[in-house]
């Protein structure tokens, strides 16, 4: 179910390395850091920032999507991406805190989980990537159109076609073109042996969360996805799509501030 009125709390900034990063929080408590899709801001969290409680609820704007800079952390692979949100977190001053991912987003959020195992206490994969190849990422070709962006001036010849085709997809026309170019592109960069074997390595608890009707990533590699890491809550719903942070935001807030809370105190008594 999704709360009355959403959470889209302003962008704050702060700079990192050759520009700055934006991001957007509410609440006080454990921090909790979420990280969109691609493309994707802040504000795909402002319906589960309502339903969250107990937690300081920081979402993150990845570079060049939202206000922040691409030169913040240019890089399309998981692992580029992940590194961007160690690092915001440490401006941030964040010691401890747990990852929220969503869709794309949940492979940076395992990248970053894996890379700094110290900092990250729990995480949450919600409509996640897993550990291969799902529907949406084969239907798409994300891969053969990425290798075609990569000629020099062919972006911009394919701007109309791009702009159609996000637009069949259900993305905001609001999106720029630059911001589908690097959608395509970092699809295309997605390792999914690196991503299992990043899966692999979690030592975090981890929680996932899926629909049984999302046409993006389909029920079988969400199982896939919940069998392969560290034991925390599977929240499994029949509807809700891929935009279950949305749809699902009462049941997911829920369940994800109860996660957390424990977390810590697990943490605690180490």
Not at 84 to 89: D, E, G, K, L, S
Not at 137 to 165: K, M, N, Y
Request: proline share 7%; with cysteine.
């Amino acid at each position: 179910m999704t709360p009355e009125t959403p959470s889209d709390p302003p962008l704050q900034r702060a700079p990192m390395g050759r520009g700055e990063f934006t991001w957007a929080e509410s609440g006080e408590g454990p921090a909790v850091i979420a990280v969109h899709g691609a493309p994707g801001s802040t504000r795909d969290f402002r319906w589960l920032g309502s339903a969250v409680e107990g937690i300081r609820f920081i979402r993150l704007d990845l570079p060049g999507y939202g206000g922040t800079d691409w030169s913040t952390g240019p890089g399309y692979t998981l692992a580029a991406r992940a590194r961007f949100v160690v690092a915001a977190a440490y401006v941030l001053g964040l010691n401890r805190y747990s990852l929220v991912g969503h869709s794309q987003g949940g492979g940076v959020a395992t990248a970053a989980a894996a890379m700094a195992p110290e900092q990250v206490q729990s995480l949450a994969l919600l409509a996640s990537i897993g550990p291969r190849r799902h529907k949406g990422f084969l239907v798409s070709r994300v891969r053969l159109f990425g290798t075609v962006l990569r000629v020099p001036g062919l972006p911009w010849l394919l701007q109309d076609r791009l702009e159609a085709g996000f637009r069949r997809a259900g993305f905001p026309a609001t999106l720029s073109h630059e911001q589908r170019v690097r959608t395509i592109k970092s699809s295309g960069a997605i390792s999914f042996a690196a991503h299992a074997r990043n899966l692999a390595r979690l030592q975090c608890p981890t929680m996932v969360c899926w629909t049984e009707d999302d046409r993006l990533v389909e029920d079988a590699v969400s199982r896939d996805l919940a069998a392969a890491v560290p034991d925390g809550p599977r929240l499994s719903f029949p509807t809700g799509g891929h935009n279950l942070q949305k749809t699902r935001a009462l049941e997911i807030g829920e369940a994800l501030s109860g996660f957390v809370s424990e977390s810590v105190q697990v943490r605690l008594a180490q």
